[in-house]
């Protein structure tokens, strides 16, 4: 077995804060997070290649044909998926590969890639995520509401990842989540003889 | 399910310092240590309760009959066994428990007990298995040999368990053990809703 790095699929509901897990987990030169591919069009701000890889149709379905992503789905009419070169590339040099999709993506890379290692993170409760979704002040009552609805549903399937780590603070929820990726690193079935 | 602690099972081949690991874990106050119980006689400078159970070969097999004990075995015809009772009362109180054992015994533990946490301790390499051996002083040549073997095959063994920690230096590995218990922790299956 080679000491590659290792796949890892974070999810969680919107406002539990997972981006910003993951941006503190990007502070260690080991870890790297996978940019998805879609054919949506940029909206204000976003940029190609950091926020996304804004693809036409036809590149996407090409790319979907010549096996080139982890996972992909359609949602709204659009596609989005997880390139798997970089990926690979980046596992082989050693690195852990954060994937951050919803949970119908993560069962999807379970099924062809069983070895990836599936982490939720849950808000501390309900209140909070209430709190945080309506602390953002940009959406209407309705899409709170919800979201609120379509939190308690993905929680309902956290029992299916591997791992779930609460995100009370940035700092701890990022420490417990290097943790489990030092320990996964130290599984049996990993070892490097 | 309840916040219980957790079996924790450590296996390593004689010289490889497990014994030294597990002192430093025991200053983590979540930590326990099961202590044997046995049939054979005390040698000197070892204590009741402390170095191990003394028991008579009746109340050894009234706590076999009992069902008191997690695994037990018999060598050179004495029994060895790991009580069940005050192993059980620390996890409840919330104490990740200890075991020291050979490979075989965790072979029973995880039978009976499939949740149970088992830690292969591995040393450096053969080469310093082999300095740490002579480094005793105490063992003639055959027992040194005879314990090398030993290892070889335990090593061949270490597949089976969980985890595979490299003890390197005391520190380290004791290090690795605390992360692979936090992780275990925030495993899914055990998440407490």
Known sequence: MKND??????????????????????????????????TRSPREGEENGFHYHFLTREAFLQMIEKDG????????????????????????EGMDVILEIEVQGCRKIKEKNPECVSIFVMPPSM????????????????????????????????????????????????????????AEKLRAKRFVK
Do not use: H
């Open 5 to 38: 790095g290792l796949l890892v699929v974070i999810s969680g509901p919107a406002g539990t804060g997972k981006g910003t897990v993951v941006k503190e987990l990007m502070q260690d030169e080991k870890i790297r997070v996978s940019v998805s591919a879609t």
């Open 127 to 182: 209140e909070v995520l209430e709190q945080r979704l309506r602390g953002r002040g940009t959406e209407t009552e309705e899409v709170i509401l919800r979201r609120l609805e379509r939190a308690k549903e993905e929680i309902r399937l956290s029992a299916d990842y591997d791992y779930i780590v609460v995100n009370d603070t940035v700092e701890q929820c990022a420490a417990d989540i290097r943790c489990v990726l030092k």
């Open 69 to 92: 992503f982890l996972e992909y789905a359609q949602y709204c009419g659009n596609f989005y998926g997880s390139p798997k070169e970089q990926a690979e590339s980046w596992m082989q």
